[in-house]
T-cell receptor
Framework: AQTVTQSQPEMSVQEAETVTLSCTYD???????LFWYKQPPSRQMILVIR??????QNATENRFSVNFQKAAKSFSLKISDSQLGDAAMYFCAYRSDPKRGNQFYFGTGTSLTVIP | NAGVTQTPKFRVLKTGQSMTLLCAQD?????MYWYRQDPGMGLRLIHYSVGEGTTAKGEVPDGYNVSRLKKQNFLLGLESAAPSQTSVYFCASSPWTGRTEAFFGQGTRLTVV
């Protein structure tokens, strides 16, 4: 089984500032997919961004971007111009190529507080 | 656009009681999953299914059973509830394509007293 590690249980950021959430994973596979999910107090799991391992270019979605370092097995999430609505639990997730496995593996989450 | 729907959203059980959580998806996804979420432990996979009529154990299967008689439904059963099963339960589904994320239901908060 793959392991996903989020070493920051809690983080805080000032409104309008930038914050980076860390995620590392352990795998021997070369093809896989990585995701960041946001879970606000409503409990709903919302996809923030995805990255295919075969793509060298880092994914970007508006204020959200990733720093994908395949050799280091690192997948950090950068949130720019933080807003109060960004306050949530953030989960990093790993998915194998479906030809080899069908499971999603999740980290333990990072709780982000946005300070007005 | 219902997506993934879980029933019920909240439930309180007494120790030893049984119950079934229902998950329904309308996206024709092949894969379905049941996770439990506990503070500080993230989401842990209980059971999953790769297609109608198939199920497999995940990381924490003990005390739970599942069935997938129809492609769109995935049931999670607790035969004899224990306080250790107090948790938030999430159902998710995904298609075969790897780049596609898992789609989640709203979660069920279960308390066993």
């Amino acid at each position: 089984a793959q392991t996903v590690t989020q070493s920051q249980p809690e983080m805080s950021v000032q409104e309008a500032e930038t914050v980076t959430l860390s995620c590392t994973y352990d795998t021997s596979e070369s093809d896989y997919y990585l995701f960041w999910y946001k879970q606000p107090p409503s409990r709903q799991m919302i996809l923030v961004i995805r990255q295919e391992a075969y793509k060298q270019q880092n994914a970007t979605e508006n204020r959200f971007s990733v720093n994908f370092q395949k050799a280091a097995k690192s997948f950090s999430l950068k949130i720019s111009d933080s807003q109060l609505g960004d306050a949530a639990m953030y989960f990093c997730a790993y998915r194998s190529d479906p030809k080899r496995g069908n499971q999603f593996y999740f980290g333990t989450g990072t709780s982000l507080t946005v300070i007005p | 656009n219902a997506g993934v729907t879980q029933t019920p959203k909240f439930r309180v059980l007494k120790t030893g009681q049984s119950m079934t959580l229902l998950c329904a998806q309308d996206m024709n996804h092949e894969y379905m999953y049941w996770y439990r979420q506990d503070p500080g432990m993230g989401l842990r996979l209980i059971h999953y299914s790769v297609g109608e009529g198939t199920t497999a154990k995940g990381e924490v299967p003990d005390g739970y059973n599942v069935s997938r008689l129809k492609k769109q439904n995935f049931l999670l059963g607790l035969e004899s509830a224990a306080p250790s099963q107090t948790s938030v339960y999430f159902c998710a589904s995904s298609p075969w394509t790897g780049r596609t994320e898992a789609f989640f239901g709203q979660g069920t908060r279960l308390t066993v007293v």
